[in-house]
């Protein structure tokens, strides 16, 4: 097993607490949050990462005050407007998952022009989930495979998802020192190594992801093995089987 995380998910939390310590508006928090993540975007680029998922907002963040809601639709506008170019130039490709369809047209409109900006890039793929639920996005996949009449099995649901196009995470980091999940990748993260840590997401930095990866290295990551299965797949022989098989007796 590679010791590097091949994909790596992030919940970036803990914008508005950042903000409240010091006695800035939460939206204060969110700008910061855009710093932090340009810097952990560029750093998964440099180590060799071949995917990173953001959660950057919640199906269910549209419960939050209006002004909170609005002042994040703007962030995204702005820094898209932004960052793009750098991303481009970078090598990174840019993909949102999520539901396009409440969004404002200015908003779909960056969303898709960023992704097809960047769609010739290889070199990291950054998934934003925008808009996302883990529940919208079995139910979503669910309901096409419904509607055209397809089995539904893991295989065809996996592939109806909108995160099909990449393998599910391998690390999921959760910064803010909330130990949830919050509806992000339900299906996909079945198997991620799940890694919490009390910094803010504004607080997290280079430093704070190459840790979170030095800890997943020293897992073991064992799919449903046993330990020995994992150290040594010989171990798992027929004829040791059966000679195991006598204890079971
Ligand atoms: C995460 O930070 C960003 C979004 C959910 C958009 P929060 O805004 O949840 O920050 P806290 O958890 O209130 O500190
Ligand atoms: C999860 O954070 C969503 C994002 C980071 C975008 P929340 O702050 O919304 O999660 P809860 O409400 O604490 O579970
Ligand atoms: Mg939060």
């Not at 030095?214 to 171990?235: H, I, M, N």
């Amino acid at each position: 097993m590679s010791s590097l995380p091949q994909h790596i998910a992030i919940v970036m939390d803990g914008n508005g607490r950042w903000a409240t310590q010091r006695m800035l508006p939460r939206v204060a928090g969110h700008k910061r949050g855009v710093d932090a993540l340009r810097a952990c975007v560029r750093h998964c680029g440099e180590i060799g990462v071949g995917v990173l998922t953001v959660f950057a907002f919640s199906s269910e963040n549209w419960n939050r005050p209006p002004e909170e809601v609005s002042g994040l639709m703007e962030l995204l506008a702005v820094a898209l407007s932004r960052e793009v170019p750098q991303l481009k130039i970078d090598g990174v490709r840019m993909h949102f998952v999520g539901d396009r369809a409440s969004l404002s047209e200015r908003v779909r409109e960056g969303l898709e022009q960023a992704e097809a900006a960047t769609a010739g890039n290889t070199k990291l793929i950054f998934n934003i989930c925008f808009n996302y639920g883990g529940r919208w996005d079995i139910a979503q996949a669910a309901a096409r495979l419904a509607a055209s009449h397809q089995p539904i099995t893991e295989a065809s649901l996996h592939s109806a998802m909108a995160m099909s196009h990449v393998s599910d995470p391998d690390l999921l980091i959760r910064t803010g020192g909330e130990q949830r999940i919050s509806n992000f990748l339900l299906w996909q993260a079945a198997y991620a190594e799940l890694y919490f840590t009390d910094l803010l997401w504004p607080d997290f930095n280079e430093a704070a992801l190459d840790a979170a990866i030095a800890d997943y290295a020293g897992r073991e990551r064992r799919f449903g093995k046993t330990s020995a299965q994992v150290a040594s797949p010989a171990s798992a022989r027929p004829e040791r089987q059966s000679m195991l098989s006598r204890w079971v007796a």
